[in-house]
Structures are given as structure tokens and as C-alpha cells.
């Protein structure tokens, strides 16, 4: 883009109240492939493709999936149309801040940086169980403590790339985004070629596989199908997590109002469609559905293994464990920009160390690794399977308060729209995206996901608590800006 290009946003950043602090060099793919790499449908599609099979089966694959991911999609159009007229490395905040005042952005806040930092914990997690089980690796006498360290290591490697600025993470995130294509392009054109007669009926079986794998049931027994089918939603829902790193890399974007919109929707749409043949057609690929529900957590690599030459099955799963450690990577650049843009407004304990940005790389370094030890002290006290409900529970209410708050002051207090904008269809998307975010998160605390309800609830009290005891009178919120009439 020209220098004019770059002087108008810098122009547009002023008028909604922050200098150009940050080093706006990213692209619009550069903005897509952030958001792309942190959906990564082959981290949260293939490391929790055992939560979506062992609840009702195949059902919850081939329909499951598509039916989550227009729900997402709904949820990334809204979001987009606010983030072409508040461009702002504080995204989400920000914006229900100016839309819904200062209570509101607090909150979101907070939702959406507990979210980043949990998903974070998870997507490096996920890496460790996926590594392990994949290549047999030795976990010694105390697997638990191995996992902590490997997994803490993993963390801090990531935090020290961001450390060194955005070109550097722009290279690697950009990379993520066309080795996802490649290794998920490969891997659905070899299983399509190696299936010579798949049982289409499994795409829309119904099947209660709750209970198992015996030993380590995904989901406890129960009879309800149609319960169990909807406990599936949560592998699209935590899958689809993360377009909101589009956002918050507003201020190092070129072209932001434009470019920003078009990178949430396609990075979801993309992953939906991609991730949703990637996903059907491993489910093809097993021998019978019961023998992969027995495989747990294993069953990706195992199906793989059993159906592709070894070589090439060898050579992908070496490809998807990059792909999941660059999926931290630009995880870890999310959640530190969040943190950047609510110290800025002083909403942080620590608030003006964490807004600091290094003179050098340009690059908000003291909260680059700030989020990386929160992220790394996740791991040591919760399972897998939790922390990801967790964090897609707390994402997604973060993502719905903006667009709840926007629903309320469209066409009222928000009459500028950015060049991006969804017309008179924003306020009934918005409304189904809230209702929708309401029935996620009920889903996302039950058994055996139920340590998620105390720690969701106990998050709502807290913040009450906080708000009108400390910081309804301290914090004064981000800047008002020109942009809302």
C-alpha cells in the first residue's frame, strides 16, 4: 500500500484518540493468515476431533461441523462490520466500550483476555498430547511434570520470537497460513484418493458413544442423542476460535478498515469449509466409527497411519505439529496486543510497564511475555478438554457483548459505519450471534467440562465485585474518539 494508504489510517487512528505507536507493515493476507493460523483446523480440528466422534458419532462431524461454523460465521460478519469502523489494536474492547460505555468494555476486556491466554494454554497442550501420542515419545516416571516443562519451553520459545517484533511474526504467521493450505490440501486429496468405498451414512449417523473410550470417556453416559449431539458443537466451537487477532492487529495493518473485516470473515470461512471436508473425510477413512472411538485422543494419527503410506502419513504429521506450534505462535501475538491495548487505557494492574513498546522492534515486548506466563501457568492445574471449553466460553462472550452493545446503538448513538458494513442485516445477525454465544457457553460447562462452571461463574462474581467496589470510579476507558456519528 502507498504512504498515503499508511497515512490514512495513522488519520483514522488519531481520530479515534491513539497515536500510531506500533509498526503498520502487515498486509491484508499478512491480517488473515494471523487469525487463519490461530483457528489452524489442523490444531483444534485434529487434537479435539475425539470430542466431536465419541459424543454422537459421525453426525456430529458432517453435521455438527457446518452447523457451528454458520453460527461462527454469523458471529465473525457482526464483528466485522464494527472492526471497519474502529480499527483499533484494542478490537473487541474498544468497540464495546464506544458502543456500550465503560462497564461494558471492561468486561470484554477482560473475557477476551482470559480467552486468549486459556485458548493459548491449550492450542500448546494440545501440541505436547498430540506429539507424544503421534510418535510414541517416552513421558519417563512422571508424565505430568514432563508435559508442564515441555509445554512451559514450548511457551517461552514463542514468547521470544514475538519479543523480536512483528516482521519477524509476520514471516512465520504467513508461512502457518500457507503450510495449513498445503498440509490440509494433501492430506484430503490422499484420503480421497485412498478411500475406495466410503459409507456416506456416517456423515449424518446418529450414534451414543457416550461413556467411552472405556477408561477415558470423553463424555460420562448418558441417553439423550440429541444432548449428545449438541456436546459435539464444542470441537467447531473451540476449532473456530481466534478471528479476533485480525482485529487486534488493526494498528499494524495497512488499509485497516478494509482489510481487517475481510480478514475475521475469511479466516472463518475458509477454515469452515477446508477444515469441514479435512474432518469428513478422516471420519471415512476408519475401518468402522467404533474402532476409531477406541483410539481417544489418538484417533487422527491412528487413522492416518492405517490408511496413507507411511511416508507421506509420516510427512504430514510432522507438518500438522508445525502448524500447531505456529498456531501458539500468532495465539501468543493475539493475546499480548490485547494486553498492550487495555494497559494503554490504564485498565491493567502494571498498566505503564505492560504499554510499553520496545523503541526497536516496535513490538509491546513486556506484554508479549507477560501473557506467556499467564498462559504457562494454565497448564499445571487443569486437563485438556477443560481449558479448551474454557477458553472458547470465555472467546466467545467476549466476542458477543461488542456486538450486543452494537445491536443497541446501531442507527442510534453508532451511526458511522466503516467501509465495511453488513447494512440492515447487522441487527438481526447480531441478535442470533448473542443467543447463540448464550447456548455455547452452557454447553461449554458440563460434564466433564463441569471445573469450567466455577471458574466461568466465579469470573462473573469477581468482576462484579471488582467493577463496583475499585473500578467503576478508576478507570476511565479509551479514548471517546469522532467515529460514532
Not at 255 to 275: D, E, L, Y
Not at 344 to 362: E, F
Amino acid at each position: 500500500m502507498s504512504a498515503h494508504g499508511s497515512h490514512d489510517d495513522e488519520h483514522l487512528l488519531r481520530q479515534l484518540g491513539y497515536p500510531q505507536e506500533l509498526a503498520r507493515r502487515m498486509s491484508g493476507f499478512s491480517n488473515f493468515a494471523i487469525s487463519f493460523s490461530i483457528i489452524c483446523i489442523l490444531a483444534g480440528g485434529i487434537t479435539s476431533f475425539h470430542v466431536g466422534l465419541c459424543s454422537a458419532g459421525g453426525a456430529s462431524l458432517g453435521l455438527g461441523w457446518p452447523l457451528v461454523c454458520l453460527f461462527s460465521l454469523v458471529v465473525a460478519l457482526t464483528m466485522a462490520q464494527v472492526a471497519s469502523a474502529f480499527p483499533t489494536a484494542g478490537g473487541l474492547y474498544h468497540w464495546a466500550s464506544l458502543l456500550g460505555g465503560r462497564a461494558c468494555g471492561w468486561c470484554t476486556a477482560w473475557f477476551n483476555l482470559a480467552g486468549l491466554i486459556t485458548v493459548l494454554a491449550a492450542i500448546n497442550a494440545g501440541v505436547f498430547d498430540f506429539t507424544v501420542a503421534t510418535f510414541a515419545l517416552p513421558t519417563g516416571t512422571n508424565p505430568g511434570l514432563v508435559k508442564s516443562a515441555v509445554v512451559i519451553a514450548m511457551t517461552f520459545s514463542q514468547a521470544l520470537l514475538n519479543h523480536y517484533g512483528i516482521r519477524l511474526t509476520t514471516r512465520l504467521t504467513d508461512f502457518s497460513g500457507w503450510l495449513i493450505l498445503v498440509v490440509a490440501g494433501v492430506l484430503i486429496v490422499s484420503l480421497g484418493l485412498a478411500i475406495e468405498s466410503p459409507d456416506w451414512s456416517r456423515l449424518w449417523r446418529l450414534e451414543n458413544f457416550s461413556g467411552q473410550p472405556e477408561g477415558a470417556a470423553v463424555f460420562p453416559p448418558q441417553s439423550s442423542l440429541p444432548w449428545l449431539f449438541c456436546l459435539g458443537f464444542l470441537l467447531p466451537a473451540y476449532t473456530i476460535t481466534g478471528f479476533d487477532a485480525s482485529a487486534h492487529t488493526s494498528e499494524e495493518t495497512l488499509g485497516a478498515a478494509t482489510n481487517v473485516p475481510r480478514g475475521i470473515v475469511r479466516s472463518v470461512w475458509v477454515s469452515a469449509v477446508v477444515g469441514w471436508v479435512m474432518i469428513a473425510l478422516l471420519l471415512l477413512a476408519m475401518p468402522t466409527v467404533q474402532e476409531g472411538v477406541a483410539q481417544g485422543p489418538a484417533v487422527v494419527p491412528w487413522v492416518m497411519k492405517r490408511t496413507l503410506p507411511s511416508g507421506l502419513a509420516w510427512a504430514l504429521l510432522a507438518g500438522i505439529v508445525a502448524a500447531q506450534y505456529l498456531c501458539g505462535l500468532a495465539a501468543l501475538t493475539s493475546a499480548s496486543r490485547m494486553t498492550y491495548a487495555f494497559a494503554r487505557d490504564g485498565g491493567l494492574p502494571c498498566s505503564d510497564l505492560l504499554k510499553r513498546v520496545h523503541p526497536t522492534t516496535q513490538s509491546p515486548s513486556i506484554a508479549v511475555w507477560m501473557a506467556a506466563l499467564a498462559s504457562a501457568a494454565l497448564i499445571v492445574s487443569l486437563r485438556y478438554e477443560t481449558i479448551a471449553a474454557i477458553g472458547t466460553v470465555f472467546l466467545y462472550i467476549s466476542y458477543v457483548i461488542p456486538v450486543a452493545a452494537g445491536y443497541l446503538a446501531h442507527g442510534r448513538t453508532w451511526t458511522r459505519m466503516g467501509p465495511w458494513s453488513l447494512g440492515r442485516w447487522y441487527r438481526p445477525l447480531s441478535a442470533v450471534a448473542t443467543v447463540g454465544c448464550v447456548f455455547l457457553v452452557i454447553l461449554g460447562v458440563q460434564p466433564p467440562n463441569q471445573q469450567a462452571l466455577p471458574i466461568v461463574g466465579g469470573t462473573l462474581l469477581a468482576m462484579v465485585l471488582i467493577w463496583f467496589g475499585l473500578e467503576r470510579r478508576r478507570f476511565r476507558g479509551p479514548p471517546s474518539g469522532v467515529r460514532l456519528r
